[in-house]
C-alpha cells in the first residue's frame, strides 16, 4: 500500500494565517472563518513561498507553481524577461473581448485594442499575437513572445483564424482585424520566437487581465 503523501496548508485568511503541517492544524485556522483563505501543497518550501504572495495567484487558473516538484521547476526555469506577452479577455464566449500586449518584466502595457462587442478567446488571442509580432518586427526587436494559448500558437503557425464564430454586424470590427491578421502573416516573415507561457510554473502570464 502506498504511503500517502504528506501536505502543508498555508493560510492567507484565518483566526491565524502561517503554514501548517496538518489538516488539522489548519482546519482550526479557517473553521467559523467568513471568508477564510488556504491551500494544500505538497512542500513545506512551496507553502512558505505561497504565503509571501496572494490567494488569487495560487487559484485562479488550474495548479500553479506551488505544486510541482523542486525538479520541475528547476527544468522549466524562469521566463525570459527579454520578451513581450500577449492576452485576451472574454466576457462570455463569445462575448465582449479585448487583447493586450505588455512587458513581461514590468507589465507595462506596450498596446491594447478593445473591447469589441463579440469575439472569442481564442481569435482574442490570435490577434494579439500578431499584433505583438508585427511591433517587434517593426522595432527591429531581438525579443520573444509569449502566449498561454497553444490553440493561438497553432494558427499563427498554420497562417490561418479556424474560428467557429460566424460574421456578423456585432462582430465586423473584429473579422476586419482577422483579415488585416491573415494578410499580415502571408505577407510578412519574422524571425521573433513564439514561446508557451509556463502557468503551472510561474503563475498567470503577465498580460493577464485578471478577471478569474
Known sequence: ???????????WKGHHIGVFESWPDCQAQIKDFQGAQYKSFLTFEA???ALKGNYKDYTSKGKF????????LDKIGLPNYNSISVDAAVSGNPGKMEYRGVDTK?????????????????????LALIHGLA??????SH???YT?????????RKQTCNTKLERNDKNKAVFDLVDRALIWLKENTYTTTIVKWETKAWGEIPADFGRK
Not at 500500500?1 to 493560510?11: A, E, G, H, P, R
Not at 507553481?65 to 520541475?72: R, V
Not at 511591433?135 to 527591429?140: E, G
Open 47 to 49: 507553502a512558505k513561498e
Open 135 to 140: 511591433i517587434l518586427k517593426k522595432n527591429k
Open 1 to 11: 500500500m502506498s504511503k500517502k503523501k504528506k501536505k502543508y496548508y498555508t493560510v
Open 143 to 145: 525579443f520573444i513572445i
Open 148 to 156: 498561454d494559448s497553444r490553440t493561438a500558437m497553432s494558427w499563427v
Open 65 to 72: 507553481k506551488s505544486e510541482l516538484s523542486k525538479t520541475q
Open 106 to 126: 514590468t507589465k507595462k502595457e506596450i498596446f491594447r485594442q478593445g473591447p469589441f462587442p463579440e469575439g472569442t478567446n481564442n481569435i482574442g488571442e490570435f
